[in-house]
């Protein structure tokens, strides 16, 4: 057992993806948890590159478990993937704060905390939003090419089948409904951020568009530079500003956005705040434990019911999937991006706010 009491720093490393194919978003996970360095103050950063190379986490995490007391793992489900196949081998609990597939979080229990919602149920406070309207009209699922867009709209269809919801469940190349649409439709996409901003461009040049649009990928603020007009459109987001969570560990979230724009000078996007809330979760776990041997940690985290700037923290205590954390329903206006709550019928708590970006 390693003691943390006698050792004031704790050195937090973690594989971000700075260049290549996620870099928009591993660079916002760097730069979250840099924030957060300067918020905790008694912390080192040892961040590396895996270069968006599933084939790089691995020789990634084990130079920078060399080098760290708490270790992170990559953003994306692909590179969380190749490090849950590597965790198990390492003398680390691996916090992940970027993998949402419920294969990765399930992956390697004892050996990985994953902090955000899974893939199954990224889609329910948009259905829930869908199952309170007046009228009912067909919901179509648009899932991307890889594994995350499948397992988004697998989960949203089974979810929409039990609210009462009908469903038309399509791939990439399939064409969406136009003239035969008459009674009107509803449309929910998940894939790539360019998969989804095909997608969504697609449905509202239609002669016929659909009555709501709900995108994953416009749960970050770059959705409204990649389409021609994102009003009106929601976005599915694992956090955004403004849902007023009770904090309970860490920085509240008027000082996590103080310090991020100190640093960057823009506001972060959700992959920041959930680099940032593992951290936050690694270093109480082993400040509580006095440890940061993977088992004392492993120990703390199946004991914490908590809440933090990014929401509800509670795992599964077998297998280390996240069961308390609720994703955001966001809807994107023509006003700017601060966003304000704009109707709350279920608590926050719940994860069922939908914020307006105005």
């Keep these: 057992m390693t003691a943390v009491l006698n050792r004031r720093v704790l050195r937090v490393g973690a594989c971000l993806s700075l260049t290549g194919r996620y870099s928009q978003f591993g660079r916002q ?11 905790d103050g008694d912390v080192e950063l040892v961040v590396a590159d895996d270069g968006s190379d599933p084939t790089r986490v691995e020789p990634c995490l084990r130079a920078v478990a060399g080098r760290c007391d708490l270790l992170l793992g990559p953003y994306s489900t692909q590179l969380m993937r190749a490090a849950s196949r590597v965790a198990p081998d390492l003398d680390h609990l691996v916090w992940n704060h970027g993998g949402s597939g419920d294969d990765v979080q399930a ?26 309207q007046s009228a009912q009209m067909p919901l179509w699922l648009v899932e991307g090419r890889g594994s995350f867009g499948r397992q988004v709209v697998a989960g949203a269809q089974v979810r929409a089948e039990t609210l009462g919801l009908r469903t038309v469940r399509i791939g990439p190349a ?42 994953v990928a416009a749960g970050v603020r770059d959705f409204t530079q990649a389409v021609s007009r994102a009003e009106g459109v929601y976005g599915i987001a694992q956090w955004f500003p403004g849902r007023r969570t009770v904090v309970e560990l860490g920085p ?10 100190r640093l960057t000078g823009t506001v972060p996007d959700y992959p ?22 993977r088992d004392n940690l492993w120990a703390a985290a199946t004991g914490l019911l908590t809440t933090t700037m990014f929401g509800s923290f509670r795992i599964d205590p077998v297998s280390g ?31 069922n706010a939908v914020v307006n970006c105005e």
């Excluded at 509240?252 to 724009?261: I, T, V």
């Excluded at 109480?284 to 434990?289: E, L, P």
């Design 29 to 39: 996970s760097a730069d979250g948890l840099a924030a957060w360095r300067g918020l």
């Design 107 to 132: 992956a390697a229990p004892g050996h990985v905390v994953s902090v955000l919602s899974p893939t199954s149920r990224y889609a329910e406070p948009f259905l829930r939003h869908l199952a309170e």
């Design 174 to 215: 399939d064409p969406l409904p136009a003239h035969h649409a008459l009674g009107g439709w509803d449309l929910f996409c998940a894939g790539s951020f360019e998969e989804d901003v095909a997608t969504v461009t697609a449905a509202l040049t239609l002669a016929r568009p659909p009555r709501l649009i709900c995108a």
């Design 252 to 261: 509240p979230e008027e000082d996590f956005l103080r310090a991020y724009s």
């Design 272 to 293: 920041a705040v959930q680099a940032a809330t593992a951290a936050v979760l690694a270093a109480h776990s082993a400040r509580t434990a006095d440890s940061t041997a």
């Design 321 to 351: 999937a996240q069961l308390g954390h609720e994703t955001t329903l966001i809807r994107w206006t023509t006003n700017g991006l601060a966003p304000a709550p704009i109707g709350h019928r279920c608590p926050v708590s719940r994860g």
